[in-house]
């Protein structure tokens, strides 16, 4: 577990300054731009996120499975091809959409449609070479253009606005973080060069044809798996406004950056140590990895949930503008759920690696089905809040089954699994009462914040004091945020 920490920390720590800065950003971003922007931006990234993943066919999975490097180095190629087939194809499709099309009763989105070829593109290059270099562990690279993403794209954000304060330059940023990424990434990828001059067609087409569950089965998952979350934005546009589309993708974006953070970095190795362990190239028992990174998720992951159900309002309300406030709203009817894909994301590569992409299939099929029928039922007979609601509670359910199947295929019972969530809510809980009782007794927000992080500073020491390796990998952490700073 030592390399599996070390690993995890180069992707963590390795870009938590720079993080730290993009979220910083985010209160400039929205007192420059309104709730609409943010509601054009984010059906334009649901509309490309479903594209892009349609662009690689899932083969970018299966190049952390051959056992030999000029195979991986054809499978990265396979996905090459295919990413740009694909943004060509959607290039020639735009032409032929009219500029004033609506699109979920939202015209304003239309015009933007010419970049979508060019995000597809760069998206896609992203997720392919982020896989090669998880295979090749080169985590720190990874990192650097995590970093590069998000600075680049929050500063083009805030610089386009000297231009024109509309969607285009929320857009535009957006594009700018993923080309600056994969110029990094490219970067890393130079020393494998004599790799990659070996591939050819014959086994390219030989190694399509070896992964072929992967498009068959796992594309189609992955596409239903980012349908879903991107869901609310079509039918919220629909049924309501892009308003609050607006306030929806500030909260997720909020939320979801800081979790995202530790979620993808310990979800990238984690697919790389059990997949050698799998291949026998690797040391360590299934069982202990996946129990012990379930853990983790949990004792980082869990608090800061319960602070955003608690301060929802508050905090959007002071950070990002008084028009910002229901944003938080919207935070505390989802953080159950958003909670939940934190712990099945890093570990739902363990479909792949046990080859249940069928299960995956249907379980990701299903999961879309009652996210659209929720919000169907919300939208016609509620309000958003009440909308958001049943999308959160159909997460809920289906995300807990996830849990309970990942960690069965490991060997790990749902007493196991649900003893260790028992277990750090009861601490978070108990941790956070004192903070309830001074939010009900106190109207300055600073006392209220001042409260949250000392029981933060309490909860963490708990946990640091029961997990002897939490402690090792937060010892870990400080050390290494202080020589990279």
Same mark, same amino acid.
């Given at each position: 577990?030592?390399?599996?920490?070390?690993?995890?920390?180069?992707?963590?720590?390795?870009?938590?300054?720079?993080?730290?800065?993009?979220?910083?950003?985010?209160?400039?971003?929205?007192?420059?731009?309104?709730?609409?922007?943010?509601?054009?931006?984010?059906?334009?990234?649901?509309?490309?996120?479903?594209?892009?993943?349609?662009?690689?066919?899932?083969?970018?999975?299966?190049?952390?499975?051959?056992?030999?490097?000029?195979?991986?180095?054809?499978?990265?190629?396979?996905?090459?091809?295919?990413?740009?087939?694909?943004?060509?194809?959607?290039?020639?499709?735009?032409?032929?959409?009219?500029?004033?099309?609506?699109?979920?009763?939202?015209?304003?989105?239309?015009?933007?449609?010419?970049?979508?070829?060019?995000?597809?593109?760069?998206?896609?290059?992203?997720?392919?070479?982020?896989?090669?270099?998880?295979?090749?562990?080169?985590?720190?690279?990874?990192?650097?253009?995590?970093?590069?993403?998000?600075?680049?794209?929050?500063?083009?954000?805030?610089?386009?606005?000297?231009?024109?304060?509309?969607?285009?330059?929320?857009?535009?940023?957006?594009?700018?973080?993923?080309?600056?990424?994969?110029?990094?990434?490219? +970067?890393?990828?130079?020393?494998?060069?004599?790799?990659?001059?070996?591939?050819?067609?014959?086994?390219?087409?030989?190694?399509?044809?070896?992964?072929?569950?992967?498009?068959?089965?796992?594309?189609? /998952?992955?596409?239903?798996?980012?349908?879903?979350?991107?869901?609310?934005?079509?039918?919220?546009?629909?049924?309501?406004?892009?308003?609050?589309?607006?306030?929806?993708?500030?909260?997720?974006?909020?939320?979801?950056?800081?979790?995202?953070?530790?979620? /993808?970095?310990?979800?990238?190795?984690?697919?790389?140590?059990?997949? =050698?362990?799998?291949?026998?190239?690797? =040391?360590?028992?299934?069982?202990?990895?996946?129990?012990?990174?379930?853990?983790?998720?949990?004792?980082?992951?869990?608090?800061?949930?319960?602070?955003?159900?608690?301060?929802?309002?508050?905090?959007?309300?002071?950070?990002?503008?008084?028009?910002?406030?229901?944003?938080?709203?919207?935070?505390?009817?989802?953080?159950?759920?958003?909670?939940?894909?934190?712990?099945?994301?890093?570990?739902?590569?363990?479909?792949?690696?046990?080859?249940?992409?069928?299960?995956?299939?249907?379980?990701?099929?299903?999961?879309?089905?009652? +996210?659209?029928?929720?919000?169907?039922?919300?939208?016609?007979?509620?309000?958003? =809040?009440?909308?958001?609601?049943?999308?959160?509670?159909?997460?809920?359910?289906?995300?807990?089954?996830?849990?309970?199947?990942?960690?069965?295929?490991?060997?790990? /019972?749902?007493?196991?699994?649900?003893?260790?969530?028992?277990?750090?809510?009861?601490?978070?809980?108990?941790?956070?009462?004192?903070?309830?009782?001074? =939010?009900?007794?106190?109207? /300055?927000?600073?006392?209220?914040?001042?409260?949250?992080?000392?029981?933060?500073?309490?909860?963490?020491?708990?946990?640091?004091?029961?997990?002897?390796?939490? +402690?090792?990998?937060?010892?870990?952490?400080?050390?290494?945020? +202080?020589?990279?700073?």
């Amino acid at each position: 577990m030592s390399n599996f920490i070390t690993n995890v920390l180069k992707l963590v720590s390795g870009s938590v300054t720079a993080q730290i800065l993009g979220i910083i950003l985010i209160p400039i971003i929205t007192r420059i731009y309104n709730p609409d922007d943010f509601g054009i931006f984010q059906l334009f990234i649901s509309i490309s996120g479903i594209l892009v993943i349609v662009s690689t066919f899932s083969y970018q999975f299966a190049i952390m499975l051959p056992k030999t490097e000029e195979d991986a180095a054809n499978v990265a190629s396979v996905c090459t091809v295919l990413v740009t087939f694909i943004s060509l194809l959607t290039g020639l499709v735009v032409l032929f959409i009219p500029e004033d099309i609506e699109i979920f009763n939202t015209p304003g989105v239309s015009k933007y449609l010419p970049l979508l070829p060019l995000i597809i593109f760069l998206n896609g290059m992203f997720f392919v070479q982020n896989y090669w270099l998880s295979r090749k562990t080169r985590f720190g690279v990874i990192a650097g253009s995590r970093v590069s993403n998000t600075l680049t794209s929050k500063a083009f954000q805030i610089g386009f606005a000297k231009w024109s304060i509309t969607p285009l330059g929320l857009i535009g940023g957006f594009v700018a973080g993923y080309l600056f990424a994969d110029l990094f990434m490219l +970067r890393g990828i130079k020393k494998d060069i004599q790799v990659f001059k070996k591939v050819s067609i014959k086994r390219m087409k030989e190694v399509a044809i070896q992964y072929k569950k992967f498009p068959l089965f796992s594309s189609w /998952s992955s596409i239903a798996n980012t349908i879903s979350p991107q869901v609310p934005a079509f039918l919220l546009a629909y049924f309501y406004s892009t308003s609050v589309v607006g306030h929806f993708s500030l909260a997720n974006q909020v939320v979801n950056l800081p979790m995202g953070i530790v979620g /993808s970095a310990i979800g990238q190795v984690f697919f790389q140590k059990v997949s =050698e362990v799998k291949n026998g190239n690797g =040391e360590g028992d299934m069982k202990v990895i996946v129990g012990e990174v379930y853990k983790k998720l949990i004792s980082i992951g869990l608090f800061p949930m319960i602070l955003l159900m608690i301060l929802g309002e508050q905090i959007f309300t002071f950070a990002f503008g008084e028009e910002w406030g229901i944003s938080g709203t919207y935070v505390r009817i989802l953080v159950p759920w958003i909670f939940l894909v934190f712990l099945s994301s890093p570990i739902s590569t363990l479909y792949n690696v046990f080859e249940r992409q069928k299960v995956w299939l249907i379980f990701s099929i299903v999961l879309l089905v009652s +996210r659209v029928v929720a919000l169907f039922i919300g939208g016609t007979y509620g309000d958003p =809040e009440f909308a958001l609601a049943l999308y959160s509670f159909t997460g809920i359910v289906f995300w807990l089954w996830n849990n309970a199947y990942l960690l069965g295929l490991a060997g790990i /019972s749902k007493k196991e699994s649900i003893g260790t969530l028992i277990k750090y809510a009861t601490i978070g809980l108990v941790v956070s009462a004192p903070l309830i009782m001074i =939010e009900m007794i106190f109207s /300055s927000f600073y006392v209220i914040i001042f409260a949250a992080v000392v029981v933060t500073g309490i909860y963490y020491a708990i946990t640091l004091h029961d997990d002897p390796m939490f +402690r090792k990998m937060f010892s870990a952490f400080i050390i290494s945020v +202080r020589n990279r700073s």
